[in-house]
Every structure is written in structure tokens, then in C-alpha cells.
T-cell receptor, first 113, second 111 residues
Framework: DTAVSQTPKYLVTQMGNDKSIKCEQNLGHDTMYWYKQDSKKFLKIMFSYNNKELIINETVPNRFSPKSPDKAHLNLHINSLELGDSAVYFC????????????FGPGTRLTVT | QQPVQSPQAVILREGEDAVINCSSSKALYSVHWYRQKHGEAPVFLMILLKGGEQKGHDKISASFNEKKQQSSLYLTASQLSYSGTYFCGTVTTDSWGKLQFGAGTQVVVTP
């Protein structure tokens, strides 16, 4: 049973399109995250939700909008995609924030052409 | 502000030791270590909280010097399976809940 799952695994789309990435965790964790990993492997936090409430919102263009319908799900919607959005997006979850281990999903490789 | 990791890369022969350092310019609440293999997700190794503790995971251990705001990861008697990119992540005392990762250290263990 996959602990943290993401769909799709690969996403190829054209500039200007809108796309969504879905994430689900079956670990019963309270906190979920979205990270972006660029081509240089730099891993940067984007958003964090704790019990469906947004607790971290980094300096991310407002074209990116997370949504947490319930504790087990955190989706990421991206409007008007740009070339610079190409990256691997990881979802993660943890029992709580700050001093708990995070479990990462397999990642979604987004390529914008 | 993200932590600074060094070295950027290290090549080891099986059985050799290595140290990866992680330092922050801000006071730290916790330090996290993850390993990521090529094409895979980062995997949690260990977390160190304020208090200067040391932890171990198989032959991989880490220390946390709270006063110097530094942590070190020790790879002892390295195995081929240790290859990957090691990331330290830090939570600073003024930014609770936000884990910021360093740029990573690529480790290659050769036979």
C-alpha cells in the first residue's frame, strides 16, 4: 500500500495551459506539503497544510493554488503555465510540523513546452 | 534562509568514511537529513532536535551542535547503497513549521 501517492507521474503540457496534480496520503498524518525540485535538484517548500488549514505559503506566484479537501488529500492547481514551472513537484506528509519526519510521494515531473 | 551544505560532492570507495556538513546562519529548532536516489523521492534518515544529541541509522549517524548552528552527517564504512544525494533540512526558531533544504551533497560509492 503506497503511503503517499501522486498523480500523474508525468505531465507534459504547453505554455498557458492549466493543470492539476493530486496527492493522497494514507498514513493518517495531519500535515501535508508541496515542494518544487528544479533541474539543479534544489528542493524548495511551496505550501504546507495542517488539518486542512494553510500554514505555510512561500513566495510562490499566485498562479499556484493548493487545495486540501480533507486531511488525506492535498492538490495543486497551476494556472497559465510557464516554461519556468518545469520541475519535479513532490507532495509530502508528516504527523505534525517542524520536528517530525516527512514522507514524500514519488513526484510529478512537469514539463512545460 | 536555506542552510549551507558541504562538500557539494564526494566520491568514496566501499568501506571508506565521509562527513557531510550543514550550517545555518540562524538559530535552529531542528535538523533533518534525507537521502535521494536518482529518479526517486527523498527518504527520511533522521532528525535532530535542540540539545546537541547524536543519532544513528545503521552506519549513518549525525550530530547537532546547537551553539554553532551546525550539523554533520557521518557515513561510516560506506556501502554501495549509500550512493545518492544527501540533503540537510533545517527549521529555524523564527520559522516554525518550515523545513528549508540545503543544496544537497552528491555521494558516489564505488566498488
Amino acid at each position: 500500500d503506497t503511503a503517499v501517492s501522486q498523480t500523474p507521474k508525468y505531465l507534459v503540457t504547453q505554455m498557458g495551459n492549466d493543470k492539476s496534480i493530486k496527492c493522497e496520503q494514507n498514513l493518517g498524518h495531519d500535515t501535508m506539503y508541496w515542494y518544487k525540485q528544479d533541474s539543479k535538484k534544489f528542493l524548495k517548500i511551496m505550501f504546507s497544510y495542517n488539518n486542512k488549514e494553510l500554514i505555510i505559503n512561500e513566495t510562490v506566484p499566485n498562479r499556484f493554488s493548493p487545495k486540501s479537501p480533507d486531511k488525506a488529500h492535498l492538490n495543486l492547481h497551476i494556472n497559465s503555465l510557464e516554461l519556468g514551472d518545469s520541475a519535479v513537484y513532490f507532495c509530502a506528509s508528516s504527523p505534525g510540523a517542524s520536528h517530525y519526519e516527512q514522507y514524500f510521494g514519488p513526484g510529478t515531473r512537469l514539463t512545460v513546452t | 534562509q536555506q542552510p549551507v551544505q558541504s562538500p557539494q560532492a564526494v566520491i568514496l570507495r566501499e568501506g571508506e568514511d565521509a562527513v557531510i556538513n550543514c550550517s545555518s546562519s540562524k538559530a535552529l529548532y531542528s535538523v533533518h537529513w534525507y537521502r535521494q536516489k536518482h529518479g526517486e523521492a527523498p527518504v527520511f534518515l533522521m532528525i535532530l532536535l535542540k540539545g546537541g544529541e547524536q543519532k544513528g541509522h545503521d552506519k549513518i549517524s549525525a550530530s547537532f551542535n546547537e551553539k554553532k548552528q551546525q550539523s554533520s552527517l557521518y557515513l561510516t564504512a560506506s556501502q554501495l547503497s549509500y550512493s545518492g544525494t544527501y540533503f540537510c533540512g533545517t527549521v529555524t526558531t523564527d520559522s516554525w513549521g518550515k523545513l528549508q533544504f540545503g543544496a544537497g551533497t552528491q555521494v558516489v560509492v564505488t566498488p
